[in-house]
Structures are given as C-alpha cells and as structure tokens.
C-alpha cells in the first residue's frame, strides 16, 4: 500500500454501470514526513474517507477485495484512514480533519 | 486510476479474435492542472468516449471487469468521463468535446 | 497496452515446460512519434508479428487471456499489429515489413 | 520480490473490516548494498518481522497468497525475513534485531 | 518478461510455510547489451537457473504459473534461461555458465 492524502474529488456522469454510487477521490501520495509527492492516483472510498485525511491505498487486483469494490472496474482503493505512524526515533501525530 | 485525455486512435487489423471490434484510444495522462504529460497509453472505451474528453483509466486485471473487455487481453480501460474535479480551494471545469 | 516496434528475438532451450513453441520477441518501446525509447519487454506473440513492425503488448495477468499464453508464465503479450495512429491532426502511416 | 527493511509501524482504526488484527509495516527498499532507498510501501505482516529487519516483501495479486493476507485488500507483503545475501565474490551478514 | 543476469542468494529461514524449498536468486536487470542496470528483484528459480546465467522473469500473477510457485506468495519467477539474442543486424553470443 502507499500513504496517501485526499485533496479532492473527481465527479463523472457518464461510467461503467457498476459504477454508479462509487466515490471517486484524488489522493497525493505522500513521502515519510507527510509532504505530498507530485505523483497521485484516482481511488474509490471504501471506509468514508474525507478531504485532508491521511490514507493507506491498495492497488491493482486487490482493490477489488472490499464489498464496494467487488467485481468493478477499478485499480486503486482506500482500505484504512491512517491515525498515527511510528517510525524508529520519530512518531508523527497525524491530525484528523473533521 | 490515472487521469487522462483521449487524443487519437489506434488502427489494427490484426489482432487477437476477441478483439474484433474493439476500440483502442490514445490516452495521454494528465496532471491535476490538465495539462499532459510525455506518458500515455492505448486504452479499450467502454464508455463512449471521444478525442479530447478527460476521462479515467483502469489498469491491470482491473481493465477486464467490464462487460466490452471481459476475459480479453488487454490492460488498460477507459471506465469513466470526467465531468469535474473539485480539488480543495480550487475548482477546475472539464467542458465536454461534443 | 504500449505501443512497441519489434526488434529482435531471444532464443531459449531450458524453460518452462508450458512454454515450448513459444515465441519470444523483444519489443522496444515507442514515444507517439514512433521513435524508440530506451525500455524494452520480452514478450510472447500470439498475432504472427514480425521484426520492425509497430505492435500492442499487453502486460500483466491480461497478457494470459490469449490461446496461446493462457496459464503460462508470461508477463506481455502482443495481441495486435497497427496498422494506422490518428492522432489530432497528425496522421501516422506505419508501413508494415512483410 | 524487493529487498526491504522494516522501518516502523502504521496505526489506523478506521479500516476495511477483514483488515482487523492486521499489522501494517513500513518497509524501505534497499539496494544491494542494503543502503535504503527513498521508495517505500506499506505492508502486512505474515512471518512476525520486526523493526530493523532486512526483509522480503511481494507485491500485487501475489501479496494475498498467505494465510493472513487471503481475499483481503492488501497489496504488499512480508513473507520472509532474510539471514544472509551471497553476491558473487561478496557475502553480506544480515544482523537480525531481536 | 525482462532480461536479467543472476547475481546471487537470498537466504531466509523465517518464511511463509509455502515457500520451504524455494530458491530465492538475486536478478539484476540487463539491458539490449547484456549490461547490468542498478535495478533488481529477488525471484524463485523454476529452471535450475546458476550464477551468472542470463534468465528471462515474468512478474506479477504470472509468475505463480510454474509448478513450483503455484499459490504461493511470490511476484517474480525465472521461466527461461537465454540462449542467444537476434537483434536486426546484431548478434549476441551469451554463454553459458556452468
């Protein structure tokens, strides 16, 4: 997985009709102190992710594991909000966006 | 997915069987100010997309999950139209290419 | 899919069992103006491609949803041979070698 | 696979339900002379690796193929902790971290 | 599959159940003439490869369609040990290793 940030949505009418209903959100990915990378992929919601939030995305076949995504045509989901990173000497504290 | 635009068209007549009909568009990808970058690849449309739309691709297993593309061989798919794309404090407008 | 153009061919003795009789090419690949990029796949064709002719390749577990390749080890695949890119307003002409 | 090592712990509560109990690891890359990289991926752990080890991790469809990893949406790995690399005329001791 | 050169081991004690037995090599990645990249993965060896042979691997859940990594978690695979390149007007000699 990589660690991502929700900056935005993508909206779109017209879609594969297993579609309809899916939450498409852009997420930055992000290096090891939390600053965004250039890169970024368009990923489906799957535990209520909002904007500002910190996030773990999965890609390929296995985006397709969770009840939202099943059996669709997608290749990246948010499966887990990030709380907290312990890394070695360093903890960052990742605020929650409400 | 990645976000992208559609600028042309690949034609072939020889190709494996379960692809006769199929439509194979030059997609180039897109950052989040729209403008495209050098990569791009040549997706299947399985929305009706046409040059010059914004729209996403899926790739992977994840472009077979679609009713044009199932059990085919190929990689990538143009699963959605982008309409809009709500980034925080900015807001870019996607006009349609009639 | 990438678009490639065909270079060359490896030859093996000693391989996986499911892989006798397959052919394996070196495809470079190709920027939109047909010029070669540095990066290269080996990859099984199942369209009868030759040498210097512009092809798909399919990569991934879609490279298997071939006759040919279905179970076996391989990662790319070529399943078509271009004939033509129409690309805005340019126009591409890809003489194929017989 | 790619050579990694562990380099701390994500914490998340909010996650796709078959994900509770998982252990998601920070896993740098490194090179063959086991300098990190700046890469990195999260990852489950299936072997009980812990910080400072060298490790290897598998990505994609391949990442679900453990006991605690089946049909969930994870893609990245830990499934073998390293003792030692042999590299030609050169041998690297891997210290573990108990 | 991409063209690589054996270069090592990998040894591990501490591993998923699945893979006692497997042969984890160190692949470096060659280019069109034979010479190695910086880039690596570790494989398992599914045809005897030795040190110093020049070997095609194929990735991803393509690389699971060998006898001896079939279910099991690993994403790179030697399938193919090379013989001889044809490059247009080029030949490459590769001999093997004992």
Chains 1, 2, 3, 4, 5 share one sequence.
Do not use: C
Request: hydrophobic share 45%.
């Amino acid at each position: 997985m990589f660690l991502g940030k929700v900056i935005g949505t993508v909206w779109s009418t017209k879609k594969d009709e297993n579609l309809v209903g899916a939450k498409f959100l852009i997420v930055k990915q992000l290096d090891l102190n939390l600053n965004e990378k250039d890169s970024f992929v368009v990923a489906v919601d799957s535990v209520g992710a909002g904007e500002g939030e910190i996030v773990l995305v999965a890609t390929g076949s296995s985006s397709r594991q969770t009840e939202i995504t099943k059996n669709k045509p997608v290749d990246a989901v948010i499966m887990a909000i990030v709380d907290k990173l312990d890394i070695a000497l360093k903890e960052y504290l990742v605020e929650h966006q409400e």
